[in-house]
């Protein structure tokens, strides 16, 4: 299995044990800890023990327990409403540069805990969709 590690990064410190965390759950692949600036009670965070800074450059074995570990934490929360959320870049909202998933509980229906999201639907023509789902399957 590859290993990759960045001495600057805050997410490669916690995986070291250089810096403290209130650690969840940890495999070999994956190290999970409470979230120190928390949307609601138990956010969370799960984040693969190989420095990527964007999804797309994880080798896909640090996947493998990202979910596993996102289920055992909602179920140990007892969450019935819960956000997976996962950012890439600076103008999507990734704070830190290291590929990192956060579970955040969502107890109530308002804006005063968990996740508020903006959900800006466009409406493309049934026409685009299929010219998009074109080019795009022609790459995958």
Same mark, same amino acid.
């Given at each position: 299995?590859?290993?990759?590690? /960045?001495?600057?990064? !805050?997410?490669?410190?916690?995986? $070291?044990g250089?810096?403290p965390?209130? %650690?969840? !759950?940890e495999?070999? $692949?994956? =190290?999970?800890f ?9 956010h ?8 990527? +800074?964007k999804?797309? &450059?994880l080798?896909? +074995?640090y ?7 996102a289920? #055992?934490i909602?179920?140990? /929360?007892?969450?019935?409403n819960? @956000? !997976? /959320?996962? @950012? @890439?870049?600076r103008?999507?909202h ?9 579970i !955040?509980? %969502?107890p109530e229906?308002?804006d005063?805990e968990? =996740?508020?999201?903006?959900?800006p639907?466009? $409406?493309?023509t049934?026409d &685009?969709?299929?010219?998009?789902? &074109? &080019?795009?399957?022609s #790459? /995958?």
């Amino acid at each position: 299995m590859a290993t990759k590690s /960045l001495a600057t990064c !805050i997410f490669c410190k916690i995986i $070291k044990g250089e810096i403290p965390s209130f %650690k969840l !759950i940890e495999t070999e $692949k994956v =190290l999970s800890f409470l979230d120190i600036g928390p949307l609601s009670k138990g956010h969370a965070l799960i984040i693969p023990k190989y420095h990527a +800074e964007k999804l797309h &450059e994880l080798p896909d +074995e640090y996947f493998e327990d990202v979910l596993p570990a996102a289920k #055992k934490i909602a179920l140990a /929360l007892g969450a019935e409403n819960y @956000n !997976i /959320l996962q @950012n @890439n870049g600076r103008i999507a909202h990734q704070e830190v540069d290291h590929v990192h998933f956060h579970i !955040i509980p %969502k107890p109530e229906a308002s804006d005063t805990e968990g =996740l508020v999201v903006g959900w800006p639907a466009k $409406k493309p023509t049934m026409d &685009e969709l299929k010219k998009l789902q &074109e &080019e795009l399957a022609s #790459k /995958l």
